[in-house]
């Protein structure tokens, strides 16, 4: 039903890879080396901290080159014979089509103990005779159990990119999404990030999916504390929890607003309950919530809090009993804030065109906004140059015309 924005805005070529661009070059160069004979160094080391784009770097180069890659992970190399089972392929350059290959042994770090020693052994001996390059990939290189397979490689460190290629990456995917972003929102969630592009294209697709315009208000409350238990891990913590326990303590771990976190769990709840009786329990359960909510806004006794968490997180948690999971499905952002936001935002045009007003006719701005506008509206719409007229003698600015004119 949905398509993760990390798949389906995947760079496709090696030009749309933000960060890193050192890296890219030597690999790039390195590849292509291969054309004029087997190099000194017939492997490639790739390491770096998880969603810079190591691996998308090595596929869309190879696309770009028009080269076979043959991808290989953790559960491939768990024994030296699961090893030896693909050294074939490294011992001849080019395959069955003519095209050549490049041969990528991502997650590395997937090895581990003394079972995967052979592994390792014999991803080595591949190297040492390979005919065709051999990529391998891992957050550390520098792990001891890769000390002897190191001495064969080209070593190349991914950093995190900065922030600003962060996004400049959010940014292209607005554009193919057709999402008007402010600048700030996008800033914000590209730092937010702190160089995880991958995790960054998620927080933004949850954030933006299905919205025409995204602002710094929807996103600058999220703050910044702990981006590892950002709302999206809160909502999973809480919704999928198995035990009412830690479906509470998700809260005390989080730095968010309990009224926004209520929404959140309100808006997508439904998407991830998919058993209409276990959706009713937890619907049941908000609506308690809600009812303790109403009484500390009528009694300002905020003793109740505890109760309004507990149905919220526990109530929604142990409301799951049939839900299959859910595949694959974002976190929606709240609509119900999603409006009151817009509808803020009206209110405030409506009352600085209603200062205009009042300068040139003495009334209270609120009175002229209330008693004015409509009318402003039907000129604006109908008459250009009565409207022209208008706006000149009022002094409106283009914002305010766009707004009246609809
Ligand atoms: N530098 C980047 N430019 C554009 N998109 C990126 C970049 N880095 C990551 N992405 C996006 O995030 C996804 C995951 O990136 P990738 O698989 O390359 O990360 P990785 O560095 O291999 O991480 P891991 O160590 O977790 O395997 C990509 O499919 C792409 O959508
Ligand atoms: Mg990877």
Partial sequence: MYAAWTVKHKPASVAEIVGNTEAIKTFSEWIKSWSKGVPK?????????????????????????????VE????????????????????????????????????????????????????TDIIKTAQCPIVLIANNAYDPRFINLRSYCILIEFKKPAASEVAKHLKRISEREGIQVDENALKFIAQRSEGDV????????????????????????????????????????????????????????????IDMLFEWIYENAPEHLT???????????????????????????????????????AGVAMSRQRSKSAGWTPFKFPSRIQMLSRSKAERA??????LKIKRKCHISASRASKEFLPYLRIIFKNNAEMADGIAKWLDLDDEMIAYLKG
């Fill in 72 to 123: 290989k992970n953790a559960s491939d190399y768990r024994t030296e014979e699961a090893v030896n089972r693909f050294a074939g392929l490294a011992s001849q350059y080019g395959s069955l089509f003519g095209s050549r290959r490049i041969i990528l042994l991502d997650e590395l770090d997937g090895l581990t103990g003394n079972a995967d020693k052979g592994g390792v052994k014999a991803i």
């Fill in 41 to 69: 160094k017939r492997a490639a080391f790739l390491y770096g901290p998880p969603g810079v784009g190591k691996t998308v770097t090595v596929e869309a180069l190879a696309k770009d080159l028009g080269m076979e890659l």
């Fill in 349 to 354: 045009m409506k009352l600085s065109i209603g």
């Fill in 275 to 313: 058993d209409p009786h276990d959706l009713a329990q937890a619907m049941d359960a908000l609506s308690m919530a809600d009812v303790y909510r109403g009484r500390i806004r009528t009694t300002q006794d905020w003793s109740f809090i505890r109760y309004v968490i507990d149905y919220m997180t």
């Fill in 198 to 257: 991958r995790s960054a294209v998620n927080d933004f697709q949850a954030l933006a999916q299905g919205k025409k315009r995204l602002t710094y208000e929807d996103v600058s409350w999220l703050g910044y504390r702990d981006r590892q238990d950002s709302i999206f891990n809160l909502l999973r913590m809480i919704i999928y929890s198995r035990t009412s326990a830690s479906a509470k303590q998700a809260v005390d771990m989080a730095d968010v607003d």
